[in-house]
């Protein structure tokens, strides 16, 4: 009925409904950019000021990643590990996905399948 109403209103007034929103998915950059950047640096590889703020916070480069299966780097997100916050409440389940393969892309490399 509601649709209905904002049909003829379009015709009275000669304007058109606005358009249906559209739901964009996350891309893994755009939720590293927000939520991981600040501390894990636009490459994945923390300023010298993080590092000496948190010493043991990882590069996430090739020599680290390459170490790890795409369900550990989601585990790290959702539950935190040392310094590093959880994410899990932040984060939708799509999100914390796309943020892990990122790291993956990150790092240039694929995730370890081997454990």
């Given at each position: 009925?509601?649709?209905?109403?904002?049909a003829v209103?379009?015709?009275?007034?000669?304007?058109?409904?606005?358009?249906?929103?559209i739901?964009?998915?996350?891309t893994?950059?755009?939720?590293?950019d927000t939520?991981?950047?600040?501390?894990h640096?636009?490459r994945?590889?923390p300023a010298?000021?993080m590092?000496?703020m948190?010493p043991k916070?990882?590069?996430?480069?090739?020599a680290?990643?390459?170490?790890?299966t795409?369900?550990?780097v989601?585990?790290?997100?959702?539950?935190?590990?040392?310094?590093?916050?959880?994410?899990?409440?932040?984060?939708?389940a799509?999100?914390?996905?796309?943020?892990?393969?990122?790291?993956?892309?990150?790092?240039?490399?694929?995730?370890?399948?081997?454990k």
């Amino acid at each position: 009925m509601h649709a209905l109403w904002i049909a003829v209103f379009a015709g009275l007034t000669g304007t058109t409904p606005p358009p249906a929103v559209i739901s964009v998915p996350p891309t893994g950059k755009a939720v590293y950019d927000t939520n991981c950047k600040k501390c894990h640096g636009v490459r994945g590889i923390p300023a010298p000021s993080m590092k000496k703020m948190m010493p043991k916070i990882p590069n996430l480069d090739v020599a680290t990643v390459s170490l790890l299966t795409l369900a550990d780097v989601q585990q790290v997100i959702n539950k935190g590990k040392g310094d590093m916050k959880p994410y899990a409440a932040k984060l939708t389940a799509e999100e914390v996905n796309v943020v892990a393969a990122y790291v993956f892309e990150l790092a240039k490399t694929k995730p370890n399948s081997a454990k």
